[in-house]
């Protein structure tokens, strides 16, 4: 089973849009399930994101293909009746069935999971929300930046002192819950593997953004006191700060208690150990200004490479900031197959960003480019079923668009 695909054979329709529905499918799909991705006969808007600032605007569709690669593509009018025959054959064909519309619209086009269970009760229905699945924001839209970040605390705690709540970057949020969604749906499957029975999972932007400020939101729990917002000039503790390197490479360094000794000597500052402001915790706590002002004057005086080879001496936690132009050239991404392959997708995207989980000893599919709109609309109804003559009718009736509609 050296190179099996975990999940061949398992039948995914990914009803989602945007990003952290549809990135859980292509963890999936990374791993050989065979996902059909379906949207309307207009395309999802998320297909024109390279041309929606502020994402980085480009001539190539990156961020369709990257939350849609090694799928198949379906046009579906959802809100045409003719179309309920075909999402009745998806669901019966499916495993796994992901959705993300609201509440509401969900009830109006019937695809609760009230609505879709009895056509295939071993079905694992993952959904996803902004907000959760009850409460009085149950029904609102959210997206990862007002759900994940702003809601959740994390872009509270994102900033500096002084400075307003930044704008995130966007997609973290969400691929980040789409890992917690992959999750929730291996974890259904592999119940229904013990009972036979098919689940209802779900997860929310909101509580994966809590969770990743877990720490923070377990202290207010409890009552914690809370430090201000990072000051870097005047931080709570100096040994976990940024710093600036004399290249003017910034970087973020955490020395924790036990490599004090060896940090102090290895950046030629020995004396910082018996120093009188420094030699007691309170002492310390005092004067983190003062001692803050020292560390950046000692890291002023040389560029990045020499701090790297120090911090590495002495096995201490550093890391310099990268800007997404300088990330891609790490070796570290490519070595460790981070980043791999694109077949297909044209234009300058020959590569792509792999899910973040491996299997040792599985290679995952090769990446290949997302559908185009309803590419394969033909292909899969007739795999469902669907005769010549019905699959006219569906073209007839709006539900599915004719091939040349759909070619976008």
């Not at 229904?192 to 720490?215: D, F, N």
């Not at 185009?372 to 006219?392: S, Y």
Request: glycine content about 8%; aromatic content about 8%.
């Amino acid at each position: 089973m050296a190179n099996d695909n975990i999940f061949s054979g398992l039948k995914v329709v990914d009803l989602a849009s945007f990003i952290a529905g549809p990135s859980a499918a292509v963890i999936l799909s990374d791993f050989g399930a065979d996902v059909i991705k379906v949207e309307p006969p207009s395309g999802e808007l998320w297909r024109h994101a390279n041309h929606l600032p502020p994402q980085p605007v480009a001539d190539d569709a990156y961020p369709w293909h990257l939350a849609n690669r090694n799928k198949r593509g379906m046009a579906l009018d959802l809100k045409s009746p003719s179309a309920h025959q075909v999402l009745e054959k998806l669901v019966k064909w499916a495993d796994v069935l992901i959705v993300n519309t609201p509440h509401p619209a969900r009830k109006k086009l019937k695809i609760e999971y009230e609505d879709v269970t009895a056509w295939n009760p071993r079905l694992i229905y993952a959904d996803i929300t902004g907000f959760g699945d009850k409460g009085p924001d149950a029904n609102l839209p959210g997206f990862d930046i007002t759900s994940y970040w702003a809601r959740s605390g994390l872009l509270s705690m994102t900033r500096d002192a002084g400075a307003p709540p930044t704008w995130p970057v966007a997609g973290s949020g969400d691929n980040a819950t789409a890992v917690g969604l992959y999750s929730a749906i291996v974890t259904a499957l592999y119940r229904r593997e013990r009972t036979g029975e098919g689940a209802h999972v779900t997860t929310s932007l909101l509580a994966e953004g809590v969770w990743s400020a877990s720490v923070s939101i377990q202290a207010a729990l409890c009552d914690a006191k809370f430090f201000g917002p990072h000051d870097r000039m005047h931080p709570a503790n100096a040994a976990m700060n940024v710093y600036r390197a004399k290249d003017d490479t910034w970087f973020v360094l955490l020395i924790t208690p036990d490599k004090v000794d060896a940090v102090a000597k290895a950046i030629g500052r020995p004396d910082l150990l018996t120093d009188p402001r420094f030699s007691d915790p309170a002492k310390l706590m005092a004067n983190m200004t003062e001692l803050t002002a020292i560390l950046d004057q000692t890291f002023c005086a040389e560029p990045m490479s020499h701090w790297y080879e120090v911090f590495n001496g002495v096995h201490v936690t550093f890391g310099a900031v990268r800007g997404p132009q300088e990330v891609i050239n790490d070796p570290q991404l490519r070595a460790n197959d981070i980043i791999v392959p694109l077949d297909g997708a044209g234009g300058k995207l020959t590569s792509t960003i792999s899910s973040p989980l491996q299997v040792h000893g599985v290679t995952k599919v090769p990446a290949k480019r997302a559908p185009k709109i309803g590419e394969h609309n033909e292909e899969v109804l007739r795999q469902l079923g669907f005769t010549a003559t019905e699959i006219d009718v569906l073209h007839e009736s709006g539900a599915i668009p004719k091939a040349k509609e759909s070619a976008a």
